[in-house]
């Protein structure tokens, strides 16, 4: 990134990759929020993170995690499954923007698209 807060042709094009599908994937950070493209097929890029906002989001509003199991292998088929359940007490403006970023597709995630 430029001093202007441009990106430079490198940055783009990584960018761009990954919006199409061409993202490497590398497993880094906690399980409990990673994305299920990366468990299906190891691919990453900003619609990862969306994932994981939409995961932090929950947590802030409830204090869990949105998928906990005993074991990562279980949370990991939880969250390939997108099993996710919305506590009663929560705005439904709340569920909807956790709902939108925590899209099974990652380029409909709401920030992914063009």
Same mark, same amino acid.
């Given at each position: 990134?430029?001093? =202007?807060?441009? %990106?430079?042709?490198? +940055?783009?094009?990584?960018?761009?990759?990954?919006? =199409?599908?061409?993202?490497?994937?590398?497993?880094?950070?906690?399980? %409990?929020?990673?994305? !299920?493209?990366? %468990?299906?097929?190891?691919?990453?890029? !900003?619609?990862?993170?969306?994932?994981?906002?939409?995961?932090?989001? #929950?947590?802030?509003? =409830?204090?869990?995690? /949105? #998928?906990?199991?005993?074991?990562?292998?279980?949370? #990991?088929?939880?969250?390939? +499954?997108?099993?996710?359940?919305?506590?009663?007490?929560? /705005?439904? +403006?709340?569920?909807? %923007?956790?709902?939108?970023?925590?899209?099974?597709? /990652?380029?409909?995630?709401?920030?992914?698209? /063009?």
């Amino acid at each position: 990134m430029t001093m =202007t807060g441009m %990106l430079q042709m490198d +940055e783009a094009a990584s960018f761009s990759g990954a919006m =199409t599908g061409g993202g490497r994937g590398t497993f880094v950070g906690t399980p %409990l929020y990673v994305a !299920p493209e990366m %468990l299906d097929s190891n691919l990453s890029g !900003p619609f990862t993170d969306l994932w994981a906002l939409g995961c932090i989001i #929950f947590q802030c509003l =409830t204090g869990e995690v /949105p #998928f906990r199991a005993n074991y990562d292998f279980q949370v #990991f088929q939880m969250i390939s +499954e997108r099993k996710l359940v919305f506590p009663k007490y929560l /705005p439904v +403006e709340a569920i909807d %923007l956790i709902d939108r970023l925590m899209q099974r597709d /990652p380029f409909i995630r709401l920030g992914a698209g /063009p």
